[in-house]
């Protein structure tokens, strides 16, 4: 009982020491963990950036898409002074399609004694083989990996590589998957600067300077000179609870020259553009609504989306600002459109939509053949679960030509490298796509 008393003394005086001494040691207080909170006032999935005042939003996709066309009526190929020398083989064009794509987009908003700072940035990645069918990402063989969009907007200044104002149909709607359309979607993403003034009950007005650059469909006998001026661009918009209503309008400078070498014949034209856009919300039918737009042009028909990167797959006439006439003046080509859409949900889960665009485009008399182009189709879509759809679309394309000869339809190049073209060719389209938000 001695040893027993005297092992539980000890243990109790070395406790008492222990705790003595860790009483004078100094005492390091936990670091304390900072969570990531929500910002509710931007709205849904913004969080504040840990140790600041500015909210983060992260967003994207992934889409798989999958297509087949149904081969431009048979092709000929043509000489310079548009005589038909052969007949090409449709054998050179793509029919089917296969590509995906992802994109995700950073949005940091901050609130300032002068009002909201936002940056965004969406970077898209697109693999595959477009086989000339992509119209919303361009031309993809293998992968590409590119900005979307890169802007700053502090107050009412946007400034970066963002959605040209002139657009209003490709700003808010635009929802085909692989269809072509006329309009302000043939501008698409430009560098710009621009100032935005709010006039309260729904009205703002935009001044912008937008890089000319894809604006710029030159002569069809003069070299395109380098860009002297950039486009002006103006709008005003009207953002109602029922829809929206734009005007607006773009000064487009041409710049080409004769020769080159010797830095001669130089001519700048000035062309524009005049424009106007409407949608409805329409709520006799759950989720419908109508979207419209109508543009002219005058030596600047990139704005009504006659160029030819609108034309795929069906075909696309080569189309200019200006073209040397007989008598040799430079004389400025003029071209309409018109775009729309109308969708509505027939469940909760499967929406549908129709589109259609129709563009017409003069050249100068005594110079190349006119055209007209149409395009028409519907689209399906259905929600498998949150985030998750799969959507099936079907389009018809036809492109006519006014003569057989000048009028470039170019549909693909035949096996000796010579242009394959026609006067007039259609093509149906349909694909499917599966597609991932979050």
Not at 126 to 132: D, E, I, K, L, Q
Request: proline fraction near 3%.
């Amino acid at each position: 009982m001695k040893m027993k008393s005297f092992l539980l003394g000890a243990a109790a005086g070395i406790a008492v020491v222990g705790v003595a001494q860790a009483a004078d040691l100094p005492v390091t207080k936990a670091e304390a963990v900072e969570y990531v909170k929500v910002c509710t006032q931007y709205g849904p999935g913004f969080f504040y950036i840990p140790g600041t005042d500015s909210c983060l939003k992260i967003s994207g996709n992934i889409r798989a898409d999958y297509t087949f066309n149904s081969v431009p009526s048979r092709p000929v190929t043509v000489d310079t002074n548009g005589t038909v020398q052969s007949t090409g083989s449709k054998r050179s064009l793509s029919q089917t399609s296969f590509q995906g794509r992802a994109q995700i987009g950073f949005d940091v908003r901050t609130d300032t004694d002068y009002g909201l700072l936002r940056s965004y940035l969406l970077i898209d990645a697109a693999t595959g083989n477009s086989g000339g069918q992509s119209w919303q990402v361009g031309s993809v063989h293998g992968s590409n990996i590119y900005v979307d969009k890169a802007y700053i907007q502090f107050g009412g200044l946007t400034a970066g590589y963002a959605e040209s104002f002139y657009a209003f149909y490709d700003n808010y709607y635009g929802d085909t998957f692989f269809a072509p359309y006329f309009g302000s979607g043939g501008i698409g993403t430009k560098q710009l600067i621009a100032y935005t003034a709010q006039f309260g009950g729904g009205f703002s007005a935009t001044l912008s300077v937008e890089d000319p650059a894809e604006a710029r469909l030159g002569s069809d006998t003069r070299t395109l000179a380098g860009a002297k001026m950039p486009n002006f661009i103006g709008n005003i918009l009207y953002d109602a609870s029922w829809g929206r209503a734009q005007l607006m309008a773009a000064l487009h400078e041409s710049s080409t020259i004769s020769d080159v070498a010797g830095d001669t014949g130089s001519q700048n034209k000035w062309g524009y553009a005049i424009g106007a856009g409407l949608s409805l919300d329409l709520p006799l039918v759950p989720g419908a609504y109508l979207a419209v737009e109508g543009n002219y042009a005058h030596g600047a028909n990139a704005f009504t989306g006659t160029n030819e990167a609108q034309f795929s797959p069906a075909g696309a006439p080569e189309v200019y600002d200006s073209y040397e006439t007989p008598d040799g003046r430079e004389k400025q080509a003029s071209s309409w459109s018109v775009t729309g859409e109308a969708g509505f949900d027939i469940t909760p889960q499967l929406t549908a939509m129709v589109f259609g665009s129709y563009a017409n485009f003069d050249a100068p008399t005594g110079t190349a053949a006119d055209f007209t182009s149409y395009v028409a189709g519907a689209q399906l879509n259905y929600q498998i679960v949150k985030g998750l759809k799969i959507g099936a679309e079907v389009y018809y394309v036809n492109t006519r030509s006014d003569g057989d000869s000048g009028s470039t339809i170019v549909l693909g190049e035949g096996t000796d490298g010579t242009a394959l073209e026609k006067s007039k060719t259609d093509a149906v389209v349909g694909g499917i796509r599966i597609e991932r938000s979050f």
